[in-house]
């Protein structure tokens, strides 16, 4: 394939770039910036800031939605280009990336835009008042996630939204998208589009990063507790954080929700959401946590999923782990089959080469995926035992799937009400809890992390 | 142990100790088939595994098709062919890689094979000018940190290698840098060579010490530096390069004369580079080389088949050494082929971790240090 220009600047600054350089690995090409080249892109980014927030809220939700509904038309040039590129740059199969990129442009419309800042603000014009209590940043820039496609060009068009210029660094496994928004918009929206710099640099440069994190007013980044940290370190009093840092998934399934009549369709449901993004993503379940006592057992749900994961690899093949995942996944199937030699109750569904692992554990305390489409399913007495046993991981949790009949928890002896159960795991840090089918794919006004997506970026995090 | 595991270990023994250092194709096969033998009917949990995997002594052509069993299964059960509780030694590996209090136990049915075949080694790659050097050891006494297979390891090359021995940490208050560096000048001013022998991980701590204290030593020009351990995570040659000169600015010690140790708690037998035996090349081209009695093989991470040359792979270890526990060993490590060597691989430069998933590595990480 040919090579992916991983940068769109507004107007002719690219002009004035040295040159370009390939990156390694991957059939991507980069420019070689320098830290001038960026301070004059953060300037001129800042200089189309005042024009920006002329914009009516309305206009900037329709023309973002415009771009779009782009990428769900199967004739449109940005569709098929984004599609050409993605298995590439991501490591995700054609058919996986296909199914990601359907499953982010969900809700980039213009409805679902509105929505989002009416949510969050009261009424979809509500930034466009004059006296509206908001702190805009003059420029944001964005340090992006690995390999999920589309979070980073989400993360631009909340700061769109919010009326914030931006620079934009994805991480390579995710360049594709915000360079192909960034060039849609500076084709169709020059004014709009003189706000928006995307350009991929090795997240080794330190200096780039550091020059960007000096020319802005806001960042956001995503990614390990380490980044966070390295760019939390350079940030200085005046500025604004916000941080998308890594998080782990998980599933409780109700034993009534695994009935016999419902089994196939949940471990259908399950495979998905472990087998989307290759569960590299903070959605991904790294455990599922199935309650005893019913028709059917845990182990024979694990044994389901194994079935429908092994089913899925035909229509959603795995992309490949990188050496380091497939180190991890080798250690962690090797160690369970001497486990398993030595008697003790673990069962593992994998086999030698299988681009996937069911791994049934008695103990139920959490313990992550090596990712990579391993997931354990470990049992429960209760689905109220949920809060207790991840109490050790509550620093990272994020999404819980839970799967159950509201109605069958008066029975229960351990948190009886539904609301009790989602109340204590919202308490422990679960900021999103939701079902199995709709675990992979969060709303636009999800509150990730806790925080209002576009709240947060204008100072009102409360 | 079992007639079966004595008879097996004195011919290893005898090997060991031969000073040819060289092992046929044919004698390591006989050697493995018959250790392989034995693991399989003293270890019946090792038997299962392989029996999982299609694998008996009847069935097996090579040495090639024995199970490897993964490091990390030392952290969850005793890999041991007998009652672990007749082991002569339990090695605990640091827990710092794994975190969160999860280490690894390698149960040791005989510590004399295990000197058997680490002192020569050791010697053939630290030692090939036959100097009787004062070793000053940054890690604890064997006699306070009895499960430390590289405490064991400096004691053994110590008592039957060396002048002198000086320990000079503590397995609770780190690197003791007043007794590394009054041994150090003890041996500068007698004008006996140094072994000086650490963790990359000791030395980073003892050389920060040193630049801020301003401490510097001209030890004696056959004085050398056996470093262990590394950079894992990281760029492995930007974090090597830099403590290596910085090694050589205090102490005086060329670079050409440092030498990386890779060995590991689970494993019995280390691998050396050949810088002493052959002059080193730049650090990014350097390599390691093993004992006769050890075979490596580069697998494909995903399917573990072997790689052709050339190509990247998963290190597997066929350890004879490893007689009363498991031969054969997947480790977390990768590398490539190199002339009968290996190159380790660290994380390639630039590559960046995938996802927003929290990986386990972080997991763990952030487990040991709440």
């Known amino acids: ?462 | 142990m079992n007639d079966e595991f004595v008879a097996v270990a004195d011919d290893l023994r005898a090997l060991f100790e031969s000073p040819e250092m060289e092992l046929s194709e044919e004698d390591f096969a006989s050697l493995a088939s018959r250790a392989f033998d034995f693991q399989f009917r003293s270890n019946p949990t090792y038997a299962a595994f392989c029996r999982g995997r299609g694998a008996t002594p009847e069935s097996v052509e090579s040495w090639r098709e024995i199970p490897a069993v993964p490091t990390s299964a030392f952290k969850a059960l005793p890999i041991f062919c007998g009652d672990p509780s007749e082991a002569e030694v339990v090695f605990r590996t640091s827990g710092t890689s794994g975190g969160g209090g999860d280490r690894g136990d390698h149960y040791v049915a005989d510590l004399s094979l295990y000197e058997a075949s680490a002192v020569p080694h050791f010697g053939h790659y630290l030692l090939p000018d036959g100097v009787l050097p004062a070793l000053v050891a940054l890690v604890p006494d064997p006699d306070v940190l009895p499960d430390s297979s590289l405490s064991h390891m400096a004691g053994m090359v110590g008592r039957r290698l060396c002048r002198s021995t000086t320990f000079c940490a503590h397995p609770e208050h780190g690197v003791d840098y007043e007794r590394v560096e009054a041994a150090l000048s003890a041996a500068t001013e007698q004008e006996r060579p140094v072994l000086l022998f650490g963790t990359a991980f000791a030395f980073v701590h003892w050389t920060d010490h040193a630049i801020a204290s301003g401490s510097r030593f001209a030890l004696p020009r056959s004085s050398r530096i056996m470093e262990t351990g590394g950079f894992k995570g990281r760029s492995r040659e930007v974090g090597r390069a830099k403590l290596y000169d910085t090694l050589s600015l205090i102490t005086n010690v060329s670079v050409s004369r440092i030498v990386n140790e890779y060995g590991m708690t689970e494993m019995l037998s280390q691998f050396y580079e050949p810088a002493l035996l052959t002059g080193p090349p730049p650090l990014a081209q350097r390599h390691h080389m093993g004992p006769p009695w050890v075979r490596t093989r580069i697998l494909d991470p995903v399917d573990l088949r072997e790689v052709p040359d050339g190509e990247a792979g998963i290190l597997a270890h066929f350890d004879l050494a490893n007689l009363g526990s498991v031969c054969a060993i997947l480790t977390e490590d990768l590398g490539t082929r190199v002339g009968g060597g290996f190159r380790l691989i660290g994380r390639t430069p630039g590559a960046e971790p995938r996802g927003c998933s929290l990986s386990m590595e972080e997991f763990l990480r952030a487990k040991s240090t709440a």
């Open chain 1, 1 to 462: 394939m040919s090579m992916f220009d991983a940068w769109a600047l507004p107007g002719r600054m690219v002009e004035d770039i040295g040159g370009t350089a390939l990156v390694e690995g991957a059939p991507v090409r980069r420019l070689e910036l320098a830290v001038a080249d960026l301070k004059r892109i953060a300037s001129g980014l800042r200089g189309a800031g005042e024009h920006l927030r002329s914009l009516s809220s309305v206009t900037i939700a329709e023309c973002l939605g415009a771009i779009g509904s782009r990428f769900r038309d199967p004739q449109d040039i940005l569709r098929l280009e984004a599609l050409s590129v993605l298995p590439e740059t991501s490591g995700l199969s054609t058919e996986m990336a296909a199914h990601v990129l359907d499953g982010m442009c969900r809700d980039w419309t213009t409805e679902v835009f509105l929505e989002l800042l009416e949510r969050e603000f009261g009424h979809p014009e509500a930034l466009d008042e004059a006296d509206f209590p908001a702190d805009f940043a003059a420029l944001t820039t964005h340090f992006g996630s690995g390999a999920v496609p589309g979070v980073t060009a989400t993360s631009l068009i909340r700061a769109l939204l919010v009326k914030s210029p931006s620079l934009v660094k994805p991480g390579l496994g995710d360049v594709v998208l915000p360079v192909l928004w960034a060039r849609a918009i500076h084709a169709t929206y020059p004014s709009l589009g003189a706000a928006i710099a995307v350009a991929y640099w090795p997240g080794g440069d330190s200096e780039l990063s550091a020059a960007a994190i000096a020319e802005s007013d806001q960042v956001v980044v995503y990614g390990s507790d380490d980044t966070v940290a390295e760019v939390r370190g350079r940030m200085r009093e005046d500025q604004r954080l916000v941080v998308y840092p890594h998080r782990v998934g998980l599933c409780g399934l109700g034993r009534e929700s695994i009935a016999p009549q419902h089994l196939q369709l949940r471990a259908k449901e399950a495979a998905l959401a472990v087998a989307t993004f290759d569960q590299r993503g903070c959605v991904s379940p790294h455990v599922i946590y199935v309650e005893t006592g019913g028709e059917t057992s845990p182990t024979e749900f694990a044994e389901a999923l194994a079935t429908e994961l092994s089913e899925l690899e035909r229509e959603l093949p795995s992309g490949g782990r990188t050496p380091e995942e497939a180190v991890a996944f080798q250690q962690l199937t090797g160690t369970l089959e001497m486990r398993m030699a030595a008697g003790e109750d673990v069962i593992l569904h994998s086999r030698p080469g299988e681009a996937w692992a069911v791994a049934f554990d008695p103990d139920p305390r959490f313990i992550p995926s090596c990712l990579g489409r391993f997931v354990w399913v470990k049992p429960l007495g209760d689905l109220g035992e949920l809060p207790e046993v991840l109490a050790p991981v509550r620093r990272h949790l994020q999404t819980v799937a839970l799967e159950f009949d509201p109605g069958r928890r008066a029975g229960s002896s351990k948190l009886p009400e539904s609301r009790e159960l989602k109340a204590a795991l919202s308490a422990l840090g679960a900021s999103r809890l939701t079902t199995l089918l709709e675990m992979p794919w969060p709303r636009a006004w999800w509150e990730d992390d806790g925080h209002g997506p576009l709240r947060i970026l204008v100072g009102r995090d409360d």
